[in-house]
T-cell receptor, first 113, second 114 residues
Framework: QKEVEQDPGPLSVPEGAIVSLNCTYS??????FMWYRQYSRKGPELLMY????GNKEDGRFTAQVDKSSKYISLFIRDSQPSDSATYLC?????????????FGTGTSLTVIP | DAGVTQSPTHLIKTRGQQVTLRCSPK?????VSWYQQALGQGPQFIFQ???????QRGNFPDRFSGHQFPNYSSELNVNALLLGDSALYLC?????????????FGPGTRLTVL
């Protein structure tokens, strides 16, 4: 079983829709949860991070963590064509980088004008 | 302020050859991590350098080696290339080791092995 599971999509939505992206994980020790956006032929860009459980909002983006279900989500409100990218979740048991930092496979999102 | 830079952008090698990829961290950063991202997959951690030493290593064979220079820049070397080494190689930098949420990634080097 992989440490982090993420539906690869692809996901296609009309402009203005609410998008829900999800990851599940198996390691209950994970405490730091990150969402990255990766445009084609670019490196990942950190969107948001959350420590432990709860919600965090930043503009049109909301990250949710449910540690009891080992499930994290990223919601994008009023989606824009510029949001078209691959979204990667990542998580770690500690604040340290390195070999305890696990990525999902990424979900490809297309927002249609 | 320049972000993380990597060179070359892309390159093509044949099986058995050796390759060196380069990374300059974001200004003010002293830690460099390398990741391999195969097509359709998430990045996989290769190793991490801090104070010119390899601090952590992922599940990659010894064919993968690296170096960090006094100016914090880093190289990734891959020997005896295999077809399966074809991937996007990402460099990420941070200030220190305990900042998983403050890694900045470069644009990557796309390696194709024929």
């Amino acid at each position: 079983q992989k440490e982090v599971e993420q539906d690869p999509g692809p996901l296609s939505v009309p402009e203005g829709a609410i998008v829900s992206l999800n990851c599940t994980y198996s390691n209950s020790a994970f405490q730091y949860f990150m969402w990255y956006r990766q445009y084609s032929r670019k490196g990942p860009e950190l969107l948001m991070y959350t420590y432990s459980s709860g919600n965090k909002e930043d503009g049109r983006f909301t990250a949710q963590v449910d540690k009891s279900s080992k499930y994290i989500s990223l919601f994008i409100r009023d989606s824009q064509p510029s949001d078209s990218a691959t979204y990667l979740c990542a998580m770690s048991p500690s604040a340290g980088t390195g070999n305890q930092f696990y990525f999902g496979t990424g979900t490809s999102l297309t927002v249609i004008p | 302020d320049a972000g993380v830079t990597q060179s070359p952008t892309h390159l093509i090698k044949t099986r058995g050859q050796q390759v060196t990829l380069r990374c300059s961290p974001k200004s003010g950063h002293d830690t460099v991590s390398w990741y391999q991202q195969a097509l359709g997959q998430g990045p996989q951690f290769i190793f991490q350098y801090y104070e010119e030493e390899e601090r952590q290593r992922g599940n990659f064979p010894d064919r993968f080696s690296g170096h960090q220079f006094p100016n914090y820049s880093s190289e990734l070397n891959v020997n005896a290339l295999l077809l399966g080494d074809s991937a996007l190689y990402l460099c990420a930098s941070s200030f220190g080791l305990a900042v998983a949420y403050e890694q900045f990634f470069g644009p990557g080097t796309r390696l194709t092995v024929l």
